[in-house]
């Protein structure tokens, strides 16, 4: 979707975090925008700074766990604007925690909120993007989903099953005018769930890690849905690479993600500080 002026995004999770800067991006390149979270004051607040750029911005206070509110969000929407042309699916929550003590409800958690959320709202808006013959669906994914992180076998779950389903709405909708994306951040430093990360560990992630900046990711999302993107990993240094070891040459791969993250890992789930 090459011209975003004008046209509507929808997005998730936009109270603060990643979430609050992609909506900003999004509002500078002239999107309207509905916005939903749980926390309606935070929303109303963005709302308000993003009308003075000449925009239209909907709050409509919404639990993604909820499968009420996800469809009444779609309908709210789609009432207001008519369309729906970006989905950000962007709501999220970490849960790094050693498996043999997370507790059962919080890996159901960490499923529905950031997984199931996405998969539903993705249904609800995909009939109107193709009666409109044109949509695009951000799924906000982590490098956890390119790589499933030590004591995070539930959030590196919930964001493999993003990037499963972003390929697979790809293939599935290809020539239909309507696409999808995965961003895949590195940790961002200016926010987010990384701040919960980074006070647990006592530090920042080692230098070779690197990271990235909510800013970044918000660019990220717009050239994904400018360019049709399949998949981007926003991260400093580049990860990819990476990655392509760990897709080619599993055992070595698995042994350089073992030695690079591990014990800053264990360090960042340790819930006792
Ligand atoms: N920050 C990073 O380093 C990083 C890296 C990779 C991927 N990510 C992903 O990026 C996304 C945003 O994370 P963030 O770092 O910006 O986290 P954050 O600052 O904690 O923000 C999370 C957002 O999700 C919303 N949210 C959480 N539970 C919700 C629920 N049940 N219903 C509706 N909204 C809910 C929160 O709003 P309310 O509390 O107001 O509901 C908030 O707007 C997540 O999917 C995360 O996994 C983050």
Redesign the pocket.
């Known amino acids: 979707m090459k011209e975003l002026r004008g046209r509507t995004a929808l997005i998730?999770?936009?109270?603060?975090?990643?979430?609050l800067a992609v909506a900003k991006g999004l509002a500078r390149e002239g999107m309207n925008l509905v916005l939903?979270?749980?926390?309606r004051e935070?929303l109303d607040e963005l709302a308000t700074e993003l009308r003075s750029l000449g925009i239209r911005a909907l709050v409509v206070p919404?639990?993604?766990?909820d499968e009420a509110q996800l469809k009444s969000l779609v309908d709210t929407a789609l009432a207001e604007f008519g369309v729906i042309d970006v989905l950000v699916n962007?709501?999220?929550?970490?849960a790094f925690c050693p498996f043999d003590v997370i507790e059962p409800q919080e890996i159901v958690r960490t499923i529905q909120?950031?997984l199931i959320s996405a998969l539903l709202l993705a249904r609800f808006v995909l009939p109107s993007m193709l009666k409109a013959g044109r949509g695009h669906i951000v799924n906000?994914a982590?490098t956890a989903g390119k790589s499933g992180p030590a004591f995070g076998a539930a959030y590196g779950a919930s964001k493999a099953g993003m990037i499963a389903m972003t390929q697979s709405l790809r293939v599935e909708l290809h020539k239909t005018g309507v696409s999808a994306s995965a961003i895949c951040?590195?940790?961002?430093t200016d926010?987010?769930?990384?701040e919960i990360v980074k006070k647990r560990a006592g530090r920042g992630t080692p230098w070779y890690l690197g990271s990235t900046s909510a800013e970044a990711v918000a660019r990220a999302v717009v050239k994904s849905i400018r360019n049709n993107r399949p998949e981007l990993i926003v991260n400093f240094p580049a990860l990819r690479p990476v990655f392509v070891l760990c897709q080619a040459f599993p055992t070595i791969g698995e042994w350089i993600v073992r030695v690079t993250t591990r014990r800053y890992l264990k360090m960042a789930a340790d819930r006792k500080k």
């Open positions: 998730t999770g936009a109270s603060r975090g990643l979430g939903a979270a749980r926390s935070l919404t639990d993604v766990a962007n709501a999220g929550i970490e909120v950031n906000m982590s951040p590195g940790f961002a926010g987010g769930v990384y």
